[in-house]
């Protein structure tokens, strides 16, 4: 397993069938993607991109003083190789750059089905569960950077 830096456009061929199942490949374009601050990820199974995450210099709503602050969006891993750790390294990925570019927290919308596992990476859920249309139910997530 290795974790290495690609480019939004190597995002797509996982974020396209994971996160965006049955809709137009564009939709797996994200706002942002090409920002300069935009950092991007990949799990690599051998040669074999099997996981994604990317990290955006957003603001979070609930703590907008904080600055620079990253939201975490596209995470992603293939059926296959869930439960082998390819999620968590990415996280840690993410959690580490975010740091490295001195960032108070990390935050993220967490599908309510993916919760445990920010859970146990250590994010905590803010505020009250709210739809993002034809993704479903969210909650807020963050974790701080303090630390850092
Ligand atoms: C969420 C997701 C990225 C996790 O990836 P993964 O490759 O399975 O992650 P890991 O193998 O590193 O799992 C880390 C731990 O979290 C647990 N975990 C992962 N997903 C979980 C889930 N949905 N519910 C409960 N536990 C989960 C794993 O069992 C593992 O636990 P362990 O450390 O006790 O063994 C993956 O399931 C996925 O792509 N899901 C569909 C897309 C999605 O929901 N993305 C998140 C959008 S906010």
Redesign the pocket.
Known sequence: MSIRPITAADTIAVRWP??RPGFPRETAVFDGDDAPGTLHFGGFDGERLV?VASIYLVPFPAQPDVSPAYQLRG???LPE?????????LLDACVAAAREHGAGLLW????T??M??YE??GWQTVGEEFDIPTVGP?FRMVVPLVDG
């Not at 869930?82 to 999620?87: E, H, M, N, S, V």
């Not at 993220?108 to 599908?111: I, K, L, Q």
């Open positions: 994971i996160l996981g995470m992603a891993t190789v869930r439960g082998a750790g390819f999620g968590k390294a993220c919308n967490a599908r089905s993916a445990p596992f146990k990476n969210h």
